[in-house]
């Protein structure tokens, strides 16, 4: 999106995305390898089956760019503003997503099943951690007086205090890190000229209520069901675009098929095509092309 997709301006070899700068380029690159570079998988999907796909964030045929934007740049490290992000998208996950599900009434802070959790929360995000970090943490969360002491029950009131509970822990987690970033670096806190610090407390807190929502909500029968129909609807979607080509496609990514030099490349093409979808889009192409 940012480097082909998003056309805000074209070079002579074609669309050069937004024209961004290698800085802000890099602060996007969450995984700064390509798939060979990739480790191995760990832990389990939410259906319980062992994760076997890689997380890399560079196709070879993006190597051109990469290889500008981390000039002078050796390895994989992650640059000081992409861990950032990083860290913004754990807080999110674990603080809304609990959020989500005290109001969806698919958990209850109050009464958590602790030893399934622990399950979870190792199988998916901690699998390091020890007994006594993972009985500490709760009473630490519980002991904050924003931690819910009864059931949450649909009124403003109890709306208000979840909201004050969410504020409390982002807040909580911001500080923690920023606090222990400065203490560990006299800075300049930019590019790779130091690294954000994340202390162990914050991060078993982090994974606890993430393993919280994974257990609640995501590992529910309906939530599995569910993304496995989203699946298998992006698996179909590629498979009839595929089968179409180019007469499937929007005028830019016609071009992008024409100038495809190989299977691999026209793939490319579609995985692009269907990753620039809508949610809403996407379900529309698919009733559009697999049905009548």
């Known amino acids: 999106m940012l480097t082909r997709l998003e056309a805000k301006t074209f070079g002579p070899h074609g669309s050069v995305g937004l024209n961004l700068t290698r800085a802000t380029l890099d602060a996007c690159t969450k995984y700064p390898w390509t798939r060979a570079l990739a480790s191995d998988p760990g832990g389990v999907h939410a259906d319980g089956t062992p994760r076997f796909v890689v997380k890399f964030g560079v196709y070879d045929d993006d190597l051109e760019v990469f290889d500008w934007l981390r000039q002078g740049i050796k390895g994989t490290r992650k640059c000081l503003e992409a861990q950032v992000m990083d860290l913004a998208d754990d807080v999110a996950y674990s603080v809304h997503d609990v959020e989500d599900g005290i109001v969806a009434d698919r958990l209850d802070l109050t009464r958590l099943d602790l030893d399934a959790l622990w399950e979870t929360v190792r199988a998916w995000y901690l699998p390091d951690s020890d007994d006594a970090e993972l009985l500490a943490a709760p009473e630490a969360m519980r002991a904050r007086e924003s931690w819910p002491r009864s059931p949450y029950d649909g009124s403003r009131r109890s709306l208000a205090a979840i909201k004050n509970l969410t504020s409390d822990l982002v807040g909580r987690f911001c500080g923690s890190v920023q606090s222990a970033t400065f203490a560990a670096s006299d800075g300049p806190f930019v590019r790779h000229r130091a690294d954000l610090v994340v202390p162990r407390d914050t991060e078993i807190e982090i994974g606890i209520l993430k393993g919280i929502a994974a257990h609640y909500v995501m590992q529910a029968r309906d939530r599995v069901d569910l993304m496995e129909r989203q699946r298998q609807l992006m698996s179909e979607l590629f498979e009839a675009l595929w089968k179409l080509g180019p007469d499937g496609l929007d005028p830019s990514f ?17 995985v692009d095509r269907v990753a620039s979808y809508t949610d809403a889009r996407a379900i529309n192409r698919h009733t559009e092309l697999t049905t009548g």
């Open 254 to 270: 016609v071009d992008d098929w024409q100038v495809a030099g190989d299977d691999d490349a026209r793939r490319r093409v579609i």
